[in-house]
């Protein structure tokens, strides 16, 4: 009887609604959690990769060329004549560079197959070249479109099923909040993923839209827990959509200093050649004689920097980007905390990083291309002291500090890496 009058009670019908409603919410979360489960990873890789897009051509003398200028990878391009056996003998020969080998190319972009005559050829490829000792990953895709995703992941399924010891890769198209990326990504984690943005055009310079896309694909990267590489401009080239042009000095510090400021643990220069199946590339860090232009030694500079700081940087995780001045657009503005309590000057990047120990980072970066910038750092009340990575060498240098207050010249489009002792 009691029972019966509680049904009939609206404190019955409230009761029933929540208790439907907690197990619709119980279901929904073991759906995810399953969900998330399912979603294919692959391998990690090891080291700060340097690559070129499109590499060096396929001769002794041209990787010795490519690793003299710093690079440690080379992409198998087919589309320049590339021959996946003989990437693989040069990278035995020239000590000190790996091979990634193009799944893209080769199998999937121009398929006219079944899938399953598509896969049988995948899986043969991957048992003829998974014991190669320099080769340490596959390239998957570049740019994928959501009618060929449900493709791309089933590919890396079976590279999965045969070879976890390598690493995959995919290139997204830049796109606001990286749509595509995203479902790829609820699918198939890949080792590294990467971006590519050219900024620098004959009538004008798109440098605030690149910040804007890259603090996407950091924010992307650290949602999916998956590290991120970026490319780099260093060629010429006719462009339907505004004419690129060579950048100087300054703007290839500027590239890569951001790239690093934001977190990146990759770089691809596109290009390095000036590749030969191209009509519309003019010239880049190498000329159509596969001779070195004005970039090589700049980008050979740069590359020294950045693998002296690669082994600090391939342990840290960044935590915040901001920006001194006015930001771009939804982009974040410094303010003072208890790291860094103030900092003189406009138009400087700063990226906050934490080491697997939770010791802290900073990264300074000057976004003018064309002149030094001093800049006064004052240290918050949690700092007791500061050291400054060396860049030629990788090691710590304690900085002497007045005050609390530390005073550093940032030459064009240069940045700096910070240890911060507390």
């Known amino acids: 009887m009691l029972i019966r009058r509680l049904k009939e009670t609206w404190v019955y019908r409230r009761c029933s609604i929540l208790i439907i409603f907690s197990l619709l919410i119980i279901v929904k979360n073991f759906t995810s959690v399953a969900l998330s489960e399912d979603i294919l990873k692959a391998s990690p890789f090891n080291y700060f990769v340097i690559g070129g897009w499109v590499g060096p051509h396929q001769t002794k003398e041209q990787y010795y060329l490519y690793k003299k200028a710093g690079f440690n990878t080379v992409l198998e391009y087919l589309?320049?004549?590339d021959d996946y056996t003989q990437t693989l003998v040069l990278v035995q020969k020239v000590e000190g560079l790996k091979a990634i080998l193009n799944?893209?190319?080769?199998?999937?972009?121009?398929?006219?197959e079944t899938e399953d005559v598509l896969f049988e050829k995948v899986k043969?490829?991957?048992?003829e070249v998974k014991d190669e000792k320099n080769q340490v990953g596959y390239f998957l895709y570049d740019e994928p479109e959501r009618h060929n995703i449900s493709l791309i992941v089933k590919t890396a399924e079976h590279i999965l099923q045969i070879d976890r010891r390598k690493f995959i890769w995919m290139n997204f198209y830049v796109e606001k909040d990286f749509s595509i990326a995203r479902t790829v990504l609820n699918k198939l984690i890949p080792s590294a993923i990467s971006m590519?943005?050219?900024?620098?055009?004959v009538s004008k310079n798109r440098m605030n839209e690149y910040y804007c896309y890259i603090d996407w694909f950091r924010t992307l990267s650290l949602e999916y827990d998956v590290p991120f590489w970026t490319f780099v401009q260093s060629a010429e080239w006719f462009d339907r959509i505004g004419d690129k042009r060579l950048p100087n000095s300054g703007e290839l510090r500027l590239l890569v200093y951001t790239n690093?400021?934001?977190?990146?643990?990759?770089?691809?220069?596109y290009t390095y050649v000036s590749p030969r199946h191209s009509k519309s590339i003019k010239t880049a860090i190498l000329d159509k004689n596969d001779k070195p232009t004005k970039l090589y030694e700049i980008v050979k500079n740069l590359n020294r920097e950045v693998s002296a700081l690669a082994p600090i940087l391939m342990k840290l995780k960044s935590m915040e980007v901001v920006h001194t001045g006015i930001?771009?657009?939804?982009?974040?503005?410094?303010?003072?905390n208890n790291l860094i309590s103030g900092i003189s000057g406009d138009n400087i990047i700063i990226g906050y990083f934490q080491s697997g120990n939770g010791s802290k980072y900073i990264m300074l970066v000057n976004k003018l291309t064309n002149n030094y910038k001093n800049v006064t750092l004052e240290l918050g009340q949690d700092v007791k002291s500061l050291l400054l990575i060396d860049k030629q060498t990788g090691e710590e240098c304690k900085v002497n500090l007045m005050n609390k207050k530390y005073e550093i010249c940032l030459q064009a489009g240069d940045g700096m890496l910070f240890k911060i002792l507390q």
């Open 79 to 81: 589309w320049e004549g």
């Open 196 to 201: 590519d943005f050219y900024p620098f055009e």
């Open 103 to 112: 799944i893209d190319q080769k199998f999937i972009r121009h398929n006219m």
């Open 260 to 269: 690093l400021a934001y977190g990146a643990k990759g770089l691809w220069y």
């Open 327 to 336: 930001p771009p657009k939804g982009l974040s503005k410094f303010k003072p």
């Open 124 to 127: 043969g490829f991957i048992m």
